[in-house]
């Protein structure tokens, strides 16, 4: 699957609840994002069931900041709407391809069970202690 561009206009559309979205955050002056760039998009052939994007962090600014993108490259892994990873440094291929199999292979309905415990007892600290 080719890679595609990530921007404010169509992240909703991309980071569904149904799939698996691997993000490079990336700008044209950054040279390890250039040398990156080739793992990326290499990888990106290997898995044509995950959704590979990249997003310009000089032309969308507010998305990187929402991602709390503070040094690129960044590589983020998101599934069903849940960022699993989020490193920052350029990865070798084998260890992009790790990454890829591993958030392949999360139990997300375990995931999703653990966000919704930690939830709960936010919520019972917040009125406990009102």
Same mark, same amino acid.
């Given at each position: 699957?080719?890679?595609?561009?990530?921007?404010?206009?169509?992240?909703?559309?991309?980071?569904?609840? %149904?799939?698996?979205?691997?993000?490079?955050?990336?700008?044209?002056? @950054?040279? $390890? @994002?250039? &040398?990156?760039? $080739?793992?990326?998009?290499?990888?990106?052939?290997?898995?044509?069931?995950?959704?590979?994007?990249?997003? %310009?962090? #000089?032309?969308?600014?507010?998305?990187?900041?929402?991602?709390? /993108? +503070? &040094?690129? $490259?960044?590589?983020?892994? *998101? +599934? %069903? +709407?849940?960022? *699993?990873?989020? =490193?920052?440094?350029?990865? $070798?291929?084998?260890? *992009?391809? &790790?990454?890829? &199999?591993?958030?392949?292979?999360?139990?997300?309905?375990?995931?999703?069970? #653990? /966000?919704?415990? =930690? =939830?709960?007892? #936010?919520?019972?600290? =917040?009125?406990?202690?009102?």
């Amino acid at each position: 699957m080719a890679t595609i561009t990530l921007t404010k206009d169509n992240i909703e559309d991309v980071i569904r609840a %149904d799939n698996m979205v691997i993000v490079d955050f990336w700008a044209d002056w @950054c040279e $390890p @994002c250039k &040398s990156f760039a $080739p793992v990326f998009d290499k990888v990106s052939e290997n898995h044509p069931d995950v959704t590979f994007a990249k997003v %310009d962090v #000089e032309q969308e600014v507010e998305l990187a900041q929402g991602f709390n /993108i +503070r &040094s690129i $490259p960044t590589v983020a892994v *998101l +599934r %069903d +709407r849940v960022m *699993l990873f989020n =490193q920052a440094g350029a990865l $070798p291929e084998s260890d *992009l391809e &790790s990454v890829v &199999s591993q958030g392949k292979s999360v139990d997300m309905d375990s995931v999703h069970a #653990e /966000i919704a415990r =930690q =939830q709960t007892a #936010e919520e019972a600290g =917040q009125t406990g202690t009102a």
